[in-house]
């Protein structure tokens, strides 16, 4: 966000403030506050407004998934609604494979030392 002033609470809650100076930097500490949360909603709002369009239109509830997950989350739902299959059983399958061939996996540019 590069915020130009990341502050602590200057004093500590149980503290009993005393005088006009420490009033003012508790009130110079909640404005700091209260205007940098309100930029990262500013910031974070495209994003908000995508999980609330996918909760809307699919159903899914992903306002605290990662945009991986959502996205996978998304996917994993709309195959099981056109196939009729449980999203649980759809997560459980599995290719098992013997063998993977590496030649076929890597750039033939790469190198590996040892």
Not at 11 to 35: A, K, L
Not at 69 to 88: A, F, I, V, W
Request: net charge positive; proline share 5%.
């Amino acid at each position: 966000m590069d915020w130009p002033n990341v502050q602590e609470m200057p004093i500590h809650h149980s503290y009993n403030v005393r005088t006009i100076e420490e009033i003012n930097t508790i009130i110079e500490y909640c404005i700091n506050d209260v205007r940098s949360t309100k930029q990262l909603m500013n910031l974070s709002k495209p994003l908000l407004d995508v999980r609330s369009s996918i909760k809307k239109d699919y159903g899914l509830k992903c306002y605290s998934y990662s945009n991986t997950k959502m996205g996978s989350e998304l996917l994993l739902k709309l195959y099981c609604d056109s196939t009729g299959q449980d999203p649980r059983e759809v997560k459980e399958y599995r290719t098992y494979r013997e063998q993977i061939p590496t030649k076929t996996s890597y750039f033939p540019t790469s190198t590996f030392k040892v």
